[in-house]
């Protein structure tokens, strides 16, 4: 297991939010992506709060469709 800290990202939410939105983004670390085999052209992924933490699975895609 990798563990690292990193910071979230905070900004003004555009579009048709309210003017006191705010949009949180988080990076993550490449080497991270790429072993889970996220790319540019297949990046949908799963995200689940559960019990105080994030959890972020790739979808996994069925290959008979």
Not at 12 to 41: Q, R
């Amino acid at each position: 297991m990798e563990q690292r800290n990193l910071k979230v990202s905070c900004c003004k939410a555009g579009g048709n939010a309210s003017k006191n939105a705010l949009s949180y983004k988080l990076t993550l670390p490449v080497a991270w992506i790429k072993e889970m085999g996220i790319s540019p052209e297949d990046r949908e992924i799963t995200a689940t709060f559960e019990n105080n933490k994030i959890i972020i699975e790739k979808v996994k895609r069925n290959e008979s469709l």
